[in-house]
């Protein structure tokens, strides 16, 4: 069992999730996109989607060869390093209460255990959100509750689909974070 497949994840995830009252949505952008510069500094590539709520999820799709400690380890470092730069916008406290006006980094996804909303899944959401995969560029207009069952459809046909072919860009972690 121990050389499945399935012990190995075929993508890193950092699910970015807002805290703060005033302008949510700016607070995480401007997270993500300094998250994708750090993966860009270590040569991997990375994609974007809103969770269909109120955050962003960041995928960089990985080859198989790691285990899920590997890559969960290598998220939380990563993490750390956005709090550092970022120590007014950024933290990895799961309470709520602690981390008021924050931006919360959610590593602990990188696991056979948890669930995450994969992209086009309809949210428990009234009006009928999607989470919507989306190109970097376009990060800075989207709107996480402007993509529903109703017109995900129709965006997709007219600026296709940013995340076609994400798992044909399978990279491996650097070295230095394999243990």
Same mark, same amino acid.
């Given at each position: 069992f121990d050389?499945?497949?399935?012990n190995?994840p075929?993508?890193?995830?950092c699910d970015l999730d807002p805290?703060?009252?005033?302008?949510p949505?700016e607070?995480?952008?401007?997270?993500a996109m300094r998250? +994708?510069r750090i @993966?860009?500094?270590? /040569?991997?590539q &990375?994609?974007v989607k =809103?969770?269909g709520k109120?955050?962003l999820?960041?995928y960089?799709?990985?080859?198989?060869?790691?285990?899920?400690?590997?890559v969960r380890?290598?998220a939380?470092e990563?993490g750390?390093?956005?709090m550092?730069?970022?120590?007014?916008?950024?933290?990895?406290?799961?309470?709520l209460d602690?981390?008021p +006006?924050k931006v @919360?980094?959610?590593? /602990?996804?990188? &696991?056979q255990a948890? =669930?995450?909303?994969?992209a086009?899944?309809?949210?428990?959401?009234p009006r009928g959100?999607?989470?919507?995969?989306l190109?970097?560029?376009?990060?800075?207009?989207a709107?996480?509750k402007d993509f529903?069952?109703?017109?995900?459809?129709?965006?997709l046909?007219?600026?296709?689909?940013?995340?076609?072919?994400?798992?044909?860009?399978c990279?491996?972690?650097?070295?230095?974070?394999?243990?």
């Amino acid at each position: 069992f121990d050389e499945s497949v399935l012990n190995f994840p075929d993508y890193l995830v950092c699910d970015l999730d807002p805290n703060v009252e005033d302008k949510p949505l700016e607070r995480v952008r401007e997270v993500a996109m300094r998250l +994708k510069r750090i @993966f860009d500094e270590q /040569s991997l590539q &990375s994609f974007v989607k =809103t969770s269909g709520k109120r955050g962003l999820h960041v995928y960089v799709p990985l080859s198989r060869k790691h285990g899920y400690d590997h890559v969960r380890l290598f998220a939380e470092e990563i993490g750390r390093r956005l709090m550092e730069e970022m120590p007014e916008d950024v933290t990895m406290e799961l309470s709520l209460d602690k981390r008021p +006006k924050k931006v @919360f980094f959610d590593y /602990s996804i990188n &696991s056979q255990a948890k =669930t995450l909303a994969c992209a086009l899944s309809p949210r428990g959401d009234p009006r009928g959100t999607v989470s919507f995969p989306l190109s970097w560029d376009a990060l800075d207009k989207a709107q996480p509750k402007d993509f529903t069952i109703a017109n995900a459809p129709r965006i997709l046909a007219e600026r296709g689909d940013p995340w076609e072919g994400l798992l044909q860009h399978c990279q491996e972690l650097p070295r230095a974070y394999i243990g």
